[in-house]
């Protein structure tokens, strides 16, 4: 179960990153910091969270965020430079920000192309 998070949290991630998320993000983010989304092919992901230490329980839920998520996986050789992931479906498929631009692309990890796709709630 995904809790809200506050504006300072999203601030947080997105200082580390030196941008700002898309809109629809932060809002879903606000609402709902984590959880499942489905993109524009009904395929289930799982939404990184924003780090939120506020409790004890929200930083064990938010254990997966999205700086931690995103920081290793710049490391692979085919991962685009200064991506950020968002979502994951557990295959090592990421749903990723490329910089300078809000739209979100599936990213896959046997180095297809990238593909544009709109995220909902699941």
Request: charged letters at 35%.
């Amino acid at each position: 179960m995904a809790f809200p998070v506050t504006e300072d949290k999203i601030l947080a991630a997105e200082e580390t990153f030196g941008r700002r998320l898309p809109d629809t993000l932060r809002e879903r983010l606000l609402q709902n910091n984590g959880g499942e989304v489905i993109d524009n092919e009904n395929n289930d992901w799982i939404l990184h969270p924003v780090r939120d230490d506020s409790d004890r329980k929200r930083l064990v839920r938010t254990a997966n965020d999205i700086i931690r998520e995103t920081e290793p996986a710049r490391e692979w050789d085919n991962f685009p430079e200064n991506a950020i992931a968002i979502a994951n479906d557990g295959t090592g498929d990421l749903i990723i920000l490329l910089p300078d631009d809000d739209a979100f692309y599936i990213w896959s990890h046997e180095d297809e192309p990238f593909i544009k796709t709109e995220l909902e709630d699941a």
